[in-house]
């Protein structure tokens, strides 16, 4: 077989998934988007191990690591999403602009808790006073 | 070592080769539904069928024991959690019309840029290259096994632990602030 | 201790007490008179010691090397040359250093900055020593530049006035002015004779045997001939001097009569022999020397302030120096160099001591207001044997130099003199007896308006007091001398306190020297060049002669104006002009020569107009073109600091996207460089 159509997969694989990163919204969805990446690199370790026939067999050794790496990543990323919807009642990317270069008083930054739970709190029934509680104190943090 | 005189041309395909690029195709065009869909649930149900293709791959490859692993640890736990995920942060359900960010095209420019650049060169350096999958198997279990438990064990220790971290990290991040307030 | 020993002590002490002084002056200000007399007294009488010991005989030289130049052949050393010249030039300086010092006691006695102005007078004492002995051409101008300095301080000793603060800068500037090309032409004499040691240069120059001649004459001397008329107040370079009266009198006394003046006149008298080597030099010193006595004469008889009269007599009298040098006849120069210095010092003293009585430095005020006779007669008496002596009356000190002066120029121009032009000669010969003329009338002006009888106007005493407040004011450009005002500030209103005995003596002591100095002409030749300075009949004659004609033609017009004041009732305005007969005398000539002939308004319109447009001009550039670099250097990092922050959204996909892009380019670029296809 020859190696230029795993590589070209994986080359296509990877740039699916770059752009699933920069231009999704939803952080879980740039998680996903991670993932692809992550099996085109796979996809590469493997098919040169084979190419190679390393008598290591680094590439599938480290395909697996990454493999494990990759859900750990995945466990700790969906936590660290899990909290900032908690606090922020929002998971996406593109409305996380705490640390945005702002003249005079910002107008959504500085108030997580003002305007975008006016938008978002409805929505969410249980957890919308402790967001508004936990939302003005990291946003006390950030400030 | 296979930039032989006699390799095999592209106009006369395997049959490994042909399963392989049809695989590869089912494989490319769930991972683009996948950043493209506007559902999100969808999504990561086609991303299931993306990392089966690439399962499939690996199968195609000779790397036993790598596509079963990728399909236990991938199909089988990463989307689960991301189904998960998706539902605790109360995902719509249906179309949501605003799944892509303003940045859309700025990233679709990156990486067809990208795509290009890596095709070229990639092409280019590997055009010749043959892989003798019919020779033997490389990534049967055995072989796997071997190597892994042979050469790589302290590696494979430190990610257990790494592993543990992670899992220990993913808790603490996940539970709910003070068990003396209980939130309210 | 050997004469070499005296001498170098003369200048060493005067130095020492200037340093003790300025230590010493602010926490031991009890100490400061002792410490500006006493080494001043003590040099005095060293050089007299010098000088007696050294007596007209062989020169003495003494030389150590002070320091290595860049070339070997040419080291810079502390040399002595005592000739008769340098040990009677620094008697002189000594003796009026002495008067100044203990005229400055009783002057200043009162004055909070005492102890620094003396320290500064023996420093200026300290340096004029140094350029009298000084063999080497370096140290010499090392005193030459102390003088500068110090006469800078000592001009602006009354820096809250911006008079004294305008001429002592002018001062300044000037002579530095001339002192450019004065250090070019001595380091272009020092190439070119290979040595800086003045004797060496004179010896060489002067022995026929040797042949030696130097490259660049004319250039050489010309380049000196700037510095020298920077410091000597010669045309185009005297406007300091006048100005320079802002400073204290003793100061004035001390510059004009002995030191700052008489170091260009004795620098070229020492260093003849490289002027007569060019002919055009001399011819340029001459026209010089006549333009100075000439027209400095006619402002000197056109000024009101009395010392404005007097600085520009001594420039007039300078010019007869250079003169004297222009006929190449040193010994007559030094000669009226010595007169000159004694009674113009002495017209110093006196017109202070007359100014300190009348309470103003005005003629016209002075004449109004009564005679100086009575009201401090030491200083009329002294002020009129000076006076006689400026005029050259016979037998007075000034009647002796001048004639020497006049005689070397009448040899010169009846071509007896080896290596003078005939029309040098006559161009000094003509200028010397026009300028005798307009100095016996400018003398006998300042004497019958400073000391002449009051007019019979007793009755209106009281209104004339009142009236010579503004014509002080208005008179000329000088203010009036602070110290003179505050001391006479009840002189002013009708009475002045009693002048200090040290100032009278002092008065007296310098009246003897004016009375008598020229009845030394049969000896002096003895310790100059040896050539006879005694009068000779013709230009004795003559110049006498013209004398008196100035001086009755000045008498006759004040006779006329004063009875024409007298029959006017004075009108109180700054142009009454009283019963001034310089008027009268120079006729339309008089409003030129009152302002200097205009030469500070052609130096305004040549120089500082320009240099102040160009100043304006620098700081529009540096202001408007070099600052807006500079700001620019601001803003635009500003800017980009704006666009960049605006680039700062907060959105972490911008941020990556912008990351993963620019990598893009690099590893394209990187590829690109390593299978080198782009490159073609």
């Known amino acids: 077989m020859h190696l230029v159509y795993p590589a070209t997969l994986a080359v296509l694989l990877f740039c699916v998934g770059l752009y699933g990163v920069l231009a999704r919204r939803n952080a879980i969805l740039v998680l996903m988007s991670v993932e692809l990446m992550l099996n085109a690199v796979n996809l590469n370790l493997v098919a040169f191990d084979v190419w190679l026939r390393d008598s290591l067999h680094a590439g599938q050794a480290l395909t697996l690591f990454t493999i494990a790496i990759a859900a750990a990543e995945i466990g700790i990323g969906l936590a660290i999403v899990l909290l900032v919807y908690r606090n922020r009642g929002s998971s996406d990317i593109d409305r996380l602009r705490d640390l945005r270069e702002g003249t005079g008083p910002p107008q959504d930054g500085s108030g997580p808790g003002s305007a975008d739970e006016k938008s978002l709190a409805p929505a969410t029934d249980n957890a919308a006073g402790s967001g508004s509680d936990q939302g003005t104190s990291a946003g006390r943090q950030h400030a | 070592m296979t930039l032989t005189a006699s390799h095999p041309g592209f106009l006369s395909p395997a049959g490994v080769e042909i399963v392989f690029v049809l695989v590869g195709l089912v494989t490319l065009g769930a991972a683009l539904v996948t950043v493209t869909t506007r559902q999100l649930v969808h999504a990561a149900l086609w ?46 359900i249906g179309r949501s019309p605003d799944a892509d960010s303003g940045n859309r095209w700025v990233a679709l420019a990156v990486a067809v840029a990208a795509a290009a650049t890596l095709l070229t060169v990639v092409i280019d350096a590997f055009r010749s290259t043959w892989i003798d999958v019919e020779e033997s198997v490389a990534g049967s279990s055995k072989v796997t096994g071997t190597a892994l438990f042979r050469h790589w064990v302290l590696p494979f220790e430190a990610l257990s632990v790494l592993l543990l971290a992670a899992l220990v990290g993913a808790i603490v991040l996940s539970r709910r602030h003070g068990q003396k307030g209980s939130d309210r | 201790m050997s004469t070499t020993t005296l001498a170098v002590l003369v200048p060493l002490l005067p130095f020492l007490g200037a340093v ?170 020092a190439s070119d004779a290979g040595t800086f040691r003045i004797s060496t240069i004179t010896t060489r120059l002067t022995s026929s045997l040797s042949g030696f001649e130097l490259q660049h004459p004319t250039l050489v001397a010309l380049l000196l001939l700037a510095g020298v008329a920077g410091k000597s107040a010669q045309f185009p370079l005297h406007s300091w001097l ?117 309470g103003t430095n005005s003629l016209t005020a002075m004449a109004r207001t009564g005679g100086i006779a009575k ?63 307009l100095t016996a009338a400018y003398a006998a002006r300042l004497w019958l308006l400073a000391g002449g009888d009051p007019r019979p106007r007793g009755a209106e005493a009281g209104t004339d007091a009142d009236a010579a407040g503004p014509d002080a004011v208005a008179s000329d450009a000088v203010a009036p001398d602070p110290a003179g005002g505050a001391q006479a500030g009840p002189g002013a209103a009708g009475h002045s306190a009693p002048t ?169 670029i990187a590829v690109i460089a390593a299978t080198g296809t782009g490159g073609a």
């Open chain 3, 375 to 437: 009201r401090a007669p030491d200083a009329y008496w002294t002020l009129t044997v000076a006076l006689l002596a400026l005029a050259a009356i016979p037998p007075f000190a000034g009647f002796f130099s001048k004639e020497a002066v006049l005689g070397a120029a009448e040899h010169a121009a009846l071509g007896d003199a080896h290596g003078v032009p005939v029309g040098v000669g006559w161009i000094v010969l003509i200028a010397g007896l026009v300028t005798a003329l």
């Open chain 2, 47 to 92: 991303l299931v069928a993306a990392l089966g293709g690439v399962a499939v791959e690996y199968l195609l490859l000779t790397a036993e024991f790598i596509a079963w692993v990728q399909v236990l640890i991938y199909v089988g736990s990463v989307v689960v959690l991301l189904l998960f995920g998706l539902m605790l942060t109360r995902a719509p």
């Open chain 3, 242 to 358: 006048p100005d320079a009266m802002a400073g204290p009198t003793p100061v004035s006394a001390l510059i004009h009569a002995a030191t700052m003046v008489a170091a260009g006149v004795y620098f070229v008298a020492r260093l003849l022999p490289v002027f007569t080597a060019s002919t055009a030099a001399l011819a340029v010193l001459a026209v010089l020397a006549a333009v100075t006595m000439t027209g400095s004469a006619l402002a000197a008889l056109a000024q009101d302030d009395i010392k404005r009269v007097l600085a520009y007599s001594t420039v007039s009298q300078l010019a007869y120096m250079a003169a004297a040098l222009a006929v190449a006849d040193r010994g007559a120069a030094v000669f009226h160099l010595l007169t000159h210095g004694a009674f113009k010092a002495l017209l110093f003293l006196g017109a202070g001591v007359a100014i300190h009585a009348a």
């Open chain 3, 500 to 668: 200090p005995a040290v100032m009278t003596a002092v008065l007296w002591l310098l009246a003897l020297p004016s009375l008598a100095l020229g009845l030394a002409f049969p000896v002096l030749p003895d310790w100059f060049d040896g050539e006879d300075l005694g009068p000779t009949l013709a230009t004795s004659v003559l110049a006498t002669g013209v004398a008196l004609v100035g001086a009755l033609l000045t008498f006759a017009a004040w006779r006329h104006t004063s009875a024409f004041a007298a029959a006017r009732p004075p009108t109180g305005t700054g142009s009454d002009t009283g019963s001034d007969p310089g008027p009268l005398l120079l006729g339309p000539l008089h409003r030129h020569a009152a302002a200097g002939f205009h030469l500070d308004a052609v130096y305004a319109a040549l120089v500082v107009r320009p240099v102040a447009a160009s100043a304006r001009l620098v700081r529009f550039l540096d202001r408007e073109v070099v600052d807006a670099y500079v700001r620019g250097a601001g803003a635009g990092p500003r800017l980009l600091g704006a666009a960049v922050r605006r680039a700062q959204t907060g959105n972490v996909q911008t941020y990556l996207s912008a990351l993963l892009a620019g990598s893009l380019v690099l590893g394209v």
């Open chain 3, 20 to 189: 003790a002084g300025l230590l010493l002056g602010r926490t031991a200000p009890g100490f400061a008179r002792p410490l500006a007399v006493l080494p001043t007294l003590a040099a005095t009488a060293l050089a007299i010691t010098v000088a007696a010991r050294q007596g007209g005989d062989e020169p003495l030289r003494a030389a150590t090397e002070l320091t290595p130049t860049g070339n070997a052949a040419l080291p810079v050393q502390l040399a002595l040359h005592l000739d008769g010249f340098a040990v009677l030039v620094a008697v002189l300086v000594g003796v009026v250093a002495s008067c100044v010092q203990l005229y400055s006691t009783g002057y200043l006695r009162e004055d909070p900055r005492y102890p620094s102005y003396a320290a500064l007078v023996s420093l200026f004492t300290a340096a004029m020593f140094l350029v009298v002995y000084s063999d080497d051409l370096i140290v010499l101008l090392v005193g030459w530049e102390i003088m500068g300095i110090c006469s800078y301080f000592l001009v602006g000793h009354y820096w809250e006035t911006p008079a004294a603060r305008a001429a002592s800068l002018k001062a300044f500037l000037v002579t530095k002015l001339g002192d450019v090309p004065f250090l070019i032409g001595i380091l272009a004499l």
